[in-house]
């Protein structure tokens, strides 16, 4: 073979690797356009993708879609599977309304997992039928016995009776605060944060339950 032919050779093989790489990142991409299309258009909302599993595996039908709101900044996340997506948007919109609530009292950034699921229309947190709530939070001030007291007083004077679990991370370290906060609020549907996610970071741990 002939150095000109071996030049033009390697040239081809060089294109077709080029071209499944770009088919393989259109497939990708084409997939979480449709999806964000779809739910756009049932959620009368303007997502943009935060993150997505789909890259992982372009020929793939099942894959999981992060995906952020231009509308109010949340994330929500979905699972597509056999053309199907199935998530909790409404779900979590009644967690950022505890959220919101439960930021009126403290600084920093309250995770809320208020155990709703089934919500196939917007509804408020005081209409939801919740019985146990979850809450983390992160903070870089120790929560005091009163301020704990304050917060679940403020979710049962709207709610009424329920069950909470109060998990407060007190971050003293002001970098390491401020960056674990970014992260999650990047990257991240609020409600499905847990405690053991922070394994690496250096906290206090705070426990209430009322």
């Not at 909302?45 to 997505?52: C, Y």
Request: charged share 25%; hydrophobic share 45%.
């Amino acid at each position: 073979m002939t150095r000109r032919k071996i030049i033009l050779s390697a040239s081809l093989v060089l294109i077709c690797i080029v071209g499944v790489i770009l088919t393989l990142a259109l497939t990708a991409s084409n997939k979480e356009e449709d999806a964000i299309h779809i739910l756009n258009e049932m959620y009368n909302e303007d997502f943009i993708v935060a993150k997505s599993t789909v890259g992982n595996n372009p020929f793939n039908k099942n894959f999981t879609l992060t995906v952020r709101s231009l509308n109010t900044n949340a994330l929500y996340d979905f699972e597509i599977k056999d053309g199907a997506i199935t998530g909790d948007y409404y779900a979590e919109n009644v967690n950022i309304e505890l959220n919101k609530l439960i930021e009126q009292r403290i600084d920093g950034l309250a995770m809320t997992n208020a155990h709703v699921e089934g919500l196939t229309k917007a509804v408020s947190f005081k209409e939801a039928a919740i019985k146990t709530i979850d809450v983390l939070l992160i903070t870089n001030k120790v929560v005091t016995d009163d301020k704990a007291d304050e917060i679940a007083n403020l979710i049962k004077k709207d709610i009424g009776e329920v069950s909470i679990n109060l998990d407060v991370l007190v971050v003293k370290d002001d970098s390491d605060f401020n960056g674990v906060i970014a992260e999650i609020e990047t990257y991240f549907q609020l409600s499905t944060v847990k405690l053991d996610s922070f394994e690496n970071l250096d906290y206090e741990h705070q426990n209430f339950s009322y």
